[in-house]
Structure formats: C-alpha cells, structure tokens
C-alpha cells in the first residue's frame, strides 16, 4: 500500500464518522405528537435564535427540544385531572414570551377491582402501613421533581417488554368499589421474570421496595422526563447508574398493590404522569 493510499483510507474514515454523528445532531429530539387532552402532551413550536431556551407550564420547568435551525418545540406534560380550556406556557430566552394552547375533552373508561384476602391492606391501609406510606411519599414524590441536563436517545421509546398491555393508561379505577386515582400507566402482562428493558438511555435515579410499588425504579431522561417500572421481581440496576436504551433493568412480578404479574410503567413529563404510549412507536 502507497502512503497516499493509507492516508485517502484515513480521509475516508473520518468522513463516515462523522456521517455516524450527523443524524444524532440533527435528530436530537423524540419526535412527539401533538395530543393536547388530560394526560396528553401539548406540543408548541417555537423560534429561538437562543442556544438553549426554557419554558415553564405552572411555573414548573418544561422539557424544550431543538428541532433545526432556529425552530424549537416545548412538551407540555397535561395532568389527568386538569381543566378543559385555554393554558399558556411561558418562554424565555433573550425576551419573555407566552404561548397559549387549548385542552380537550377526552372520555377515558372505567374499571373496577376486587381486592380480597391479604392484598386488601392496600385498599383501606393499617396504621403502620400508612406510617410506611407516608414516609415513602417525599421520597417517590422528589424523585418525580428531578430535572436534569441528561438527554435521551434520539427518537422514539422502544417498549419495555414484549407483551401484550392489559390496562391502558387512564382507566378510571374504583377498588373494592372505592373510587381511587385512575390508572397512571400501562401495564404489561407477562410471567414473573420477564425481563425489562430501558426503553432509552438515562440515568437510575430511584431503585428501591415501597409499599405500593412494590419492586421499583425510577429512570432519569432528562429536562424532567421520567418513567417509571412498579411490581418488580427484581431490581437489577442501581441508583446513580447509567444506562443505554435496550440494557435490562429488572424483571416482571407482582410486589406491592399487584393482583397479579405484570409490569406497571408510567412516564413522568414536568412532574406530570402521561400516556406511555405517546412516546413510543405505534
Ligand atoms: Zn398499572
């Protein structure tokens, strides 16, 4: 081989390198679409000359991702049991500005359980369960608060687990005919030990045992984007831990309020829970 020859090699493969890095900069965003209802996401497109804007629904941080160029886009995460109508978010970069955006109605059905047995303690809890309950609360509920400058994977979520969902999100549930809070994920039937993959990077931010949630970890993505994996048999990741989109994390089982396996995940956005299914491909 001449010199020239290696050196036109060495030429080449940079260049496909950096081929390798383009899409990533150019797709550097999960490409949502706009569903504007309780437990949806309002989608905003926005221009910004800044080189990194910010946004706030209720004066609570919003994930904002660069699409191209100047073009920008807010995901505004809308809690289930928000008010139809008019909102607004607040943008700022070199100026303040506000963009408004409309909620609709969506009619999400009903479903009822029957706890029996020991499982009912998680209908009408004792007094030293509701002392475990209330001191895992804070602790749930910071983990929901965190807001990082950790980013996702480009693109879509993949699923969890290959299963088939048996409750959607948003069900209106009633236990032992109790109205409750509705269903705040989607659940994935499947065999205890079924293995559950990260449906994309991020960073492990809670890995632990409570009273509800059983076996559970909490995934940072990022700019207030969590998801969540409750019932867990086992934990397989630790907190503070880095993982890729696809690494196992744990498996299915049925720890904490469960009627049966199955994997409860739920998707945080500005401290909102959201349908899963919007951030993964159809
Ligand atoms: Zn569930």
């Not at 550097?28 to 910004?48: C, H, K, L, R, W």
């Not at 994977?153 to 687990?161: C, K, M, N, W």
């Not at 948003?170 to 993959?197: E, S, V």
Request: glycine share 8%; net charge positive.
């Amino acid at each position: 081989m001449t010199v020239k020859f290696i050196l036109r090699l060495k030429k080449l493969k940079k260049i496909s390198f950096l081929l390798l890095l383009l899409p990533s900069i150019v797709l550097a965003s999960i490409p949502v679409q706009n569903t504007p209802i309780p437990g949806g996401i309002a989608v905003i497109d926005f221009e910004s000359n800044n080189e990194k804007p910010t946004a706030f629904y209720n004066n609570i941080p919003l994930y904002v991702q660069h699409i191209k160029d100047q073009h920008w886009q807010v995901l505004v995460g809308i809690p289930l049991m928000e008010k139809l109508g008019k909102k607004s978010i607040k943008v700022q970069d070199s100026l303040a500005r506000s963009f408004d955006f409309e909620v609709t109605e969506h009619n999400y059905t009903e479903q009822y359980i029957t706890l029996k047995g020991k499982k009912k303690k998680y209908v009408n809890p004792n007094l030293a369960h509701m002392d475990r309950i209330n001191k895992e609360r804070p602790i749930l509920s910071n983990a929901r608060k965190i807001f990082s400058n950790n980013t996702v994977s480009d693109g879509l979520f993949t699923r969890p687990v290959n299963g088939v969902t048996t409750s959607p999100f948003g069900l209106k549930r009633f236990y032992n005919k109790q109205p409750r809070r509705p269903h705040t994920g989607l659940d994935y039937a499947g065999d205890i030990g079924t293995p559950i993959k990260a449906p994309a990077d991020g960073k492990v931010i809670l890995s632990g045992k409570y009273f509800f949630n059983g076996n559970a970890v909490f995934l940072d993505h990022g700019q207030g984007l969590i998801s969540v994996y409750i019932h867990m048999n086992k934990r397989l990741v630790k907190q503070g831990q880095h993982i890729k989109q696809g690494d196992l994390i744990g498996t299915i089982g049925q720890t904490g309020r469960a009627t049966g396996p199955h994997l409860h995940w739920g998707i945080y956005l500005n401290q909102t829970v959201i349908n899963p299914n919007l951030l993964i491909c159809k």
